[in-house]
Protein backbone atom coordinates (compact mmCIF):
# COMPACT_ATOMS: atom_id res chain seq x y z
CA UNK A 1 0.00 0.00 0.00
CA UNK A 2 1.04 3.52 -1.06
CA UNK A 3 0.67 7.11 1.09
CA UNK A 4 -0.21 9.41 -1.04
CA UNK A 5 -0.40 13.38 0.04
CA UNK A 6 -1.49 16.20 -2.43
CA UNK A 7 -0.20 19.65 -1.71
CA UNK A 8 -0.23 22.70 -4.28
CA UNK A 9 -3.89 23.60 -4.22
CA UNK A 10 -5.48 27.12 -3.00
CA UNK A 11 -7.49 29.64 -5.12
CA UNK A 12 -6.66 31.01 -8.44
CA UNK A 13 -8.01 33.59 -10.85
CA UNK A 14 -9.36 32.67 -13.97
CA UNK A 15 -6.69 32.14 -16.72
CA UNK A 16 -3.70 31.46 -13.79
CA UNK A 17 -1.89 28.48 -13.17
CA UNK A 18 -1.39 25.64 -10.10
CA UNK A 19 0.98 23.15 -9.52
CA UNK A 20 -0.08 19.85 -7.71
CA UNK A 21 1.66 17.63 -6.26
CA UNK A 22 1.71 14.00 -5.19
CA UNK A 23 4.14 12.74 -2.73
CA UNK A 24 4.20 8.87 -2.40
CA UNK A 25 5.20 7.28 0.60
CA UNK A 26 5.24 2.99 1.62
CA UNK A 27 5.45 0.58 -1.09
CA UNK A 28 6.10 2.87 -4.26
CA UNK A 29 7.77 0.06 -5.28
CA UNK A 30 4.60 -1.33 -6.78
CA UNK A 31 3.39 1.92 -8.44
CA UNK A 32 2.23 1.32 -12.11
CA UNK A 33 0.10 4.26 -12.91
CA UNK A 34 -0.80 7.54 -10.79
CA UNK A 35 -3.65 9.59 -11.59
CA UNK A 36 -5.27 12.59 -10.76
CA UNK A 37 -8.59 12.69 -10.46
CA UNK A 38 -10.97 15.77 -9.15
CA UNK A 39 -14.54 16.03 -7.74
CA UNK A 40 -16.81 19.25 -8.16
CA UNK A 41 -19.60 19.55 -6.00
CA UNK A 42 -22.14 18.06 -6.59
CA UNK A 43 -21.07 15.81 -9.45
CA UNK A 44 -19.36 12.70 -9.76
CA UNK A 45 -14.97 11.61 -9.79
CA UNK A 46 -13.79 13.03 -12.71
CA UNK A 47 -10.56 11.26 -14.48
CA UNK A 48 -7.87 14.07 -15.44
CA UNK A 49 -4.68 12.63 -16.06
CA UNK A 50 -2.44 9.25 -16.03
CA UNK A 51 1.07 8.71 -16.14
CA UNK A 52 3.04 5.66 -16.36
CA UNK A 53 5.27 5.24 -13.38
CA UNK A 54 7.90 3.60 -14.87
CA UNK A 55 7.99 5.13 -18.18
CA UNK A 56 6.44 8.82 -17.65
CA UNK A 57 4.03 8.07 -20.44
CA UNK A 58 0.86 10.89 -19.98
CA UNK A 59 -2.80 10.09 -20.83
CA UNK A 60 -5.17 12.98 -20.49
CA UNK A 61 -8.96 13.51 -20.49
CA UNK A 62 -10.20 15.86 -23.31
CA UNK A 63 -11.37 18.56 -20.72
CA UNK A 64 -7.68 19.04 -19.81
CA UNK A 65 -5.67 18.01 -22.67
CA UNK A 66 -3.54 21.12 -24.03
CA UNK A 67 -3.95 22.89 -20.66
CA UNK A 68 -3.03 20.60 -18.28
CA UNK A 69 0.38 18.37 -17.44
CA UNK A 70 1.00 15.24 -15.24
CA UNK A 71 4.83 14.27 -14.34
CA UNK A 72 6.73 12.36 -12.23
CA UNK A 73 9.55 12.27 -10.48
CA UNK A 74 10.44 8.31 -9.45
CA UNK A 75 13.86 9.25 -7.86
CA UNK A 76 11.44 11.56 -5.49
CA UNK A 77 8.25 9.24 -5.75
CA UNK A 78 6.23 12.54 -6.31
CA UNK A 79 3.95 13.34 -9.12
CA UNK A 80 2.46 16.49 -10.35
CA UNK A 81 0.11 17.87 -11.93
CA UNK A 82 0.54 21.81 -13.79
CA UNK A 83 -2.65 23.41 -14.68
CA UNK A 84 -2.47 26.05 -17.05
CA UNK A 85 -5.22 28.13 -18.41
CA UNK A 86 -7.25 27.94 -15.08
CA UNK A 87 -11.11 27.81 -15.58
CA UNK A 88 -14.01 28.29 -13.01
CA UNK A 89 -15.04 25.16 -14.31
CA UNK A 90 -12.23 23.43 -12.94
CA UNK A 91 -12.82 23.94 -9.26
CA UNK A 92 -13.06 20.92 -7.18
CA UNK A 93 -11.49 19.23 -4.82
CA UNK A 94 -8.32 17.16 -6.43
CA UNK A 95 -7.12 13.83 -5.80
CA UNK A 96 -3.86 11.43 -6.93
CA UNK A 97 -4.71 8.17 -6.85
CA UNK A 98 -2.01 5.16 -7.69
CA UNK A 99 -2.40 1.59 -9.44
CA UNK A 100 -0.10 -1.33 -7.82
CA UNK A 101 -1.19 -3.81 -10.67
CA UNK A 102 -1.67 -3.60 -13.99
CA UNK A 103 -4.92 -2.79 -15.28
CA UNK A 104 -6.24 -1.38 -18.67
CA UNK A 105 -8.76 0.15 -17.96
CA UNK A 106 -6.99 3.24 -16.55
CA UNK A 107 -9.20 6.18 -16.38
CA UNK A 108 -11.87 3.95 -14.21
CA UNK A 109 -11.41 5.33 -10.54
CA UNK A 110 -11.96 1.88 -8.56
CA UNK A 111 -8.88 0.79 -10.43
CA UNK A 112 -6.88 2.41 -8.75
CA UNK A 113 -6.07 0.98 -5.12
CA UNK A 114 -4.27 3.74 -3.01
CA UNK A 115 -5.87 7.50 -3.03
CA UNK A 116 -4.97 10.95 -1.14
CA UNK A 117 -6.80 12.78 0.80
CA UNK A 118 -7.24 15.45 -1.73
CA UNK A 119 -6.74 19.26 -2.03
CA UNK A 120 -8.76 22.31 -3.04
CA UNK A 121 -8.81 24.22 -6.14
CA UNK A 122 -10.85 27.18 -6.55
CA UNK A 123 -10.88 29.07 -9.76
CA UNK A 124 -12.56 32.46 -9.41
CA UNK A 125 -13.86 33.89 -12.64
Known amino acids: QAQLVESGGGLVQAGGSLRLSCAASGRTFRIYHMAWFRQAPGKEREFIATITWNGGIPFYSDSVKDRFTISRDSAKNTGYLQMNSLKPDDTAVYYC??????????????????WGQGTQVTVSS
Open 97 to 114: ATMSQVRPAITIGGNYDD
